[in-house]
């Protein structure tokens, strides 16, 4: 079956602008999470949605930061004003309720903020 | 101190050769422990669980200390196709629900002919 989806795959943009990145997680999916990834650095969590439940934002590094997941699918992470720190690639992942708590990785969106 | 730490490698083995990792984290509270694979320019995909009894996979052998909350990875008979980032991964909840996953740096292991 088909796999979690992100888009863009690459995204460049200018110091001070928004970007949207897109998740589509595995369909059945009910936990959704964003990491980041810096060059040369582990994966650092930034936000997870359960079902129906408030959202875990303790990993969001700043308010510039904000993701939300519409209908329990799709997600969305949004950063404003993008500062160069914020260079990384944001990878999105998925899992089931049940099971071992693998968590499926989408191919990431590789952000450049020039 | 990072919660998950791993030596960051490289580690250039020749094929056939058998590499080991370790990792240490720092949560006590931590129950799930899992080993990633990540290609380069690839996203992480699970390798293998490990539970606290040791277990196998082909190849891959994966044990856990509590006490010493440390974990570990070995790799016999290493093929040029094993060449990846091997990430240690914790989380704190036992099964299912799902939470979020800590990483280690991860250990870049290089097999070469």
């Known amino acids: 079956g088909a796999g979690v989806s992100q888009s863009p795959s690459n995204k460049v943009t200018e110091k001070g602008k928004d970007v949207e990145l897109r998740c589509d997680p595995i369909?059945?999916?009910?936990?959704l999470y964003w990491y980041r990834q810096s060059l040369g650095q582990g994966l650092e969590f930034l936000i997870y949605?359960?079902?129906?439940?408030?959202?875990?934002k303790s990993g969001l590094p700043s308010d510039r930061f904000s993701a939300e997941r519409t209908g329990g699918s799709v997600s969305t992470l949004t950063i404003q004003r993008t500062q160069q720190e914020d260079s990384a690639v944001y990878l999105c992942?998925?899992?089931?309720?049940?099971?071992?708590?693998?968590?499926?990785f989408g191919p990431g969106t590789r952000l450049t903020v020039l | 101190r990072k919660e998950v730490e791993q030596d960051p490698g490289p580690f250039n083995v020749p094929e056939g050769a058998t590499v080991a990792f370790n990792c240490t984290y720092s949560?006590?509270?931590?129950?799930?422990f899992f080993w990633y694979r990540q290609d380069c320019r690839k996203e992480p995909k699970l390798l293998m669980s490990?539970?606290?009894s040791g277990n196998e996979d082909g190849r891959f052998t994966a044990q856990l200390n509590r006490a010493s909350q440390y974990i570990s990875l070995l790799i016999r008979d290493s093929k040029l196709s094993d060449s990846a980032t091997y990430l240690c991964?914790?989380?704190?909840?036992?099964?299912?629900?799902?939470?979020?996953?800590?990483f280690g740096t991860g250990t870049q292991l290089k097999v070469e002919l």
């Open positions: 992942a998925s899992s089931p309720m049940t099971g071992n708590n693998e968590q499926f």
């Open positions: 369909s059945g999916h009910t936990a």
């Open positions: 949605f359960q079902g129906n439940s408030a959202p875990d």
């Open positions: 949560n006590s509270a931590s129950q799930s």
């Open positions: 490990v539970y606290s």
């Open positions: 991964v914790v989380t704190p909840i036992l099964t299912g629900g799902g939470n979020k996953l800590t």
